[in-house]
């Protein structure tokens, strides 16, 4: 039976034209492999769509299509440059694309923001699969272009659904497969899904490597490589630490370990599918093929260094029960019931007698929500504008040095991980 490698280029290895003509060189030196190419939005296509989304649900009408109108150009610009004989055909499809967020976009909000987000913010890895699949074409490299929206069923939780996987899998046996037999390369788009009502949603941010890993899970893939701008996995965020360090293997309980924190790696839902069948995981270098990058699998990774994770923009919720009465399992389980029902996911926790403190991402939203329902049951202070420091493998001189300058609110560690928050 044919083995199958799962590629996923992020919007970085496809920010530019130049970028995007490093793709068929990569894929060329796979010669003779099947590959599902997944593919996220260009660049900063998801931001720009975004504020599309924004402008939209304000009630600013000319102000969205004006915005959305700077998407169409960009996308037809770098489609110009890059097509000669499949241009006409890519901007037939591109139109397509426009055509059903302008559709949208004329109409007055109905529904709730986070559907709207879907519906225009999928468009972006649709527009980005369609021009990298025609300029492949173009190369050389014959490729099928297929919209993971006709395979991937998801429930409507807008903005973070979830997969059908009975249905998705069966999809992926019927549709997906039988491409193979007359091409070596499938492209499709990250990051989105469609309803049984046929409704666009995403699956979260970064969802992209998650939609890679579903189809590597769903194939039986020998491998899944996550093509980055950096050389493979690092010890942290070299945006924010220069001097970051390479690591070249790490198992799949400590990568799920560093996204749970925050880290930027790979995206927590994406190391599961690959896990549960033992499927390699590769970081790559598209800048550079040749390096080795970082290998994630099922071997136990030895000495490696400090992992830090620098989160900003955190809030921290002061809890306080209103008579002073402990807030033991009654107050805990109240409170776990409401991050339940608004979806919210604490990046810290800690209790006390009569109060609790609940460090969250600054999603005004969502912290309005909890702050109003957790009225009832306690009184309640917001603190904003904190930074939470997680470090993996932590020794004191580097909590020291990471701490230099700022206050510790609130602190945890374990012999494993310390936490953090600062003012």
């Not at 409704?199 to 998650?210: C, K, Q």
């Not at 939203?365 to 917001?382: N, P, R, S, T, Y």
Request: with cysteine; aromatic share 10%; hydrophobic share 40%.
């Amino acid at each position: 039976m044919s083995k199958y490698k799962v590629f996923k280029f992020g919007g970085a290895s496809a920010a530019s034209v130049e970028r995007i003509q490093n793709l068929p060189g990569i894929l060329r030196s796979y010669n003779g492999d099947n590959i599902l190419v997944v593919i996220s939005a260009m660049g900063k296509t998801t931001n720009a769509l975004e504020k599309v989304v924004d402008a939209f649900y304000t009630g600013h009408r000319e102000e969205a299509l004006r915005l959305f109108q700077q998407v169409k150009d960009s996308h037809l610009t770098t489609a110009k440059y890059l097509l000669v004989n499949n241009y006409l055909a890519a901007e037939v499809q591109l139109k397509d694309f426009f055509t059903e967020v302008e559709w949208l976009l004329h109409d007055k909000p109905v529904r709730d923001y986070d559907y709207y987000y879907d519906q225009v913010v999928c468009v972006g890895e649709l527009l980005s699969t369609s021009i990298i699949s025609a300029y492949l074409a173009e190369s050389g490299l014959d490729n099928q272009w297929i919209d993971v929206r006709d395979i991937f069923r998801t429930d409507d939780n807008f903005r973070d659904a979830a997969i059908d996987w009975p249905f998705t899998a069966d999809r992926v046996r019927q549709e997906v497969l039988p491409l193979f037999k007359d091409t070596r390369l499938v492209v499709t788009q990250g990051f989105i899904g469609s309803t049984s009502e046929n409704e666009s949603t995403t699956l979260g941010r970064e969802g992209s490597d998650y939609t890679a890993a579903v189809f590597a899970n769903m194939l039986d893939a020998e491998s899944q490589t996550i093509w980055k701008d950096v050389e493979g996995v690092m010890n942290a965020d070299p945006k924010q630490f220069p001097d970051a360090q390479f690591i070249s293997e790490l198992n799949y309980d400590e990568v799920i370990e560093m996204a749970y924190y925050g880290a930027q790696v790979i995206h927590p839902k994406t190391i599961k599918p690959l896990q549960n069948k033992g499927i390699p995981l590769y970081v790559k270098c598209f800048l550079d093929p040749a390096l080795p990058g970082t290998v994630i699998n099922n071997h136990t990774a030895k000495g490696l260094p400090p992992i830090i994770v620098l989160k900003q923009k955190q809030v921290l919720v002061h809890l306080h029960s209103k008579d002073f009465s402990f807030v033991g399992e009654k107050g805990t389980a109240g409170l776990y019931q409401l991050f339940s029902e608004l979806r919210i996911k604490p990046n810290l926790m800690q209790s006390g007698a009569v109060s609790l403190q609940v460090c969250l991402d600054d999603r005004t939203d969502k912290i309005e929500k909890l702050a109003l329902a957790a009225a009832g049951m306690f009184d309640v202070q917001v603190e904003k504008d904190l930074t939470l420091l997680t470090i993996r493998h932590y020794n004191e001189a580097i909590v020291k040095k990471l701490m230099e300058g700022k206050t510790a609110v609130l602190q945890q560690q374990t012999p494993e991980t310390v936490q953090v928050l600062m003012r």
